[in-house]
């Protein structure tokens, strides 16, 4: 049996710390989901959903990731419905290294099939009663909180977008409000994060891009 489940954009933020640390898992994708599917056979698991940090258009129709997507942060969230009503869990704990590779995501899902294989094992030894570990993990109400856009709020589009473009653009910014001078400054961040510019590496101008997005800039 394969593990049937669709991705999405992060919708919901709240169980994230941004605290990292350095992944202890050496486990394959395959072997992530293999176990996962497992947990979530016991749960009766249906309608599973994996959200990662990515924008809708790295998303393609079928629900699954496109092989270029690139999320630009390391969160995982996974949300699906159960025997115990509709059960969501995340983190964006471990890394594997601090730079932020675009798979990090794997590694906090592990986590959370993990997770859950522990929380599984409450009821085998008997622990409380029955399901009880799970009430805690309940879904929010929708709309709760959620920020839509790959999670990214309008305040951390501008702080990305001024901190990636050059000093002389910054200086000469005066607000969202001159389309010119927040051209230039788009421009600037868009040369300065470019993966040309940067041995490669793409998380900076990844997040630059979502910046755009987030804050409706026409370019």
């Known amino acids: 049996m394969t593990l049937d489940y669709v991705h999405r954009p992060i919708g919901d933020r709240t169980l994230f710390t941004g605290e990292h640390k350095g992944s202890p898992f050496d486990s394959s ?25 990515v924008v809708p258009s790295q998303i393609r129709r079928d629900g699954k990731l496109n092989e270029r997507a690139r999320p630009v942060g390391p969160a995982c969230r996974l949300v699906f419905d159960s025997a115990h009503g509709q059960l969501t869990y995340g983190t964006d704990r471990f890394v594997r290294n601090y730079r932020g590779p675009r798979d990090d995501w794997k590694h906090n ?63 000469d910014w005066a607000g969202w409000g001159d389309p010119h001078a927040t051209a230039k ?9 470019h993966p040309d510019r ?22």
């Open 109 to 171: 899902l592990r986590a959370l099939a993990l997770g859950l294989e522990a929380l599984r094992k409450v009821d085998r030894y008997g622990i409380g009663e029955a399901g009880a570990q799970y009430t805690g993990y309940a879904a929010l109400p929708a709309g709760g909180g959620g920020i839509a856009l790959g999670g990214m709020t309008k305040d951390e589009a501008a702080e990305t977008l001024l901190h990636a473009s050059s000093w002389a653009e910054r200086s």
């Open 198 to 219: 940067n041995d490669g590496e793409q998380s900076a101008w990844d997040r630059v891009e979502l910046a755009v997005k987030v804050l409706g800039i026409e370019s």
């Open 185 to 193: 400054l788009v421009r600037s961040a868009r040369f300065n994060s």
């Open 29 to 53: 994708f395959d072997q992530t989901l293999r176990l996962l599917e497992d947990e979530l056979w016991h749960l009766d698991a249906e309608n599973v959903v994996i959200e990662v940090d």
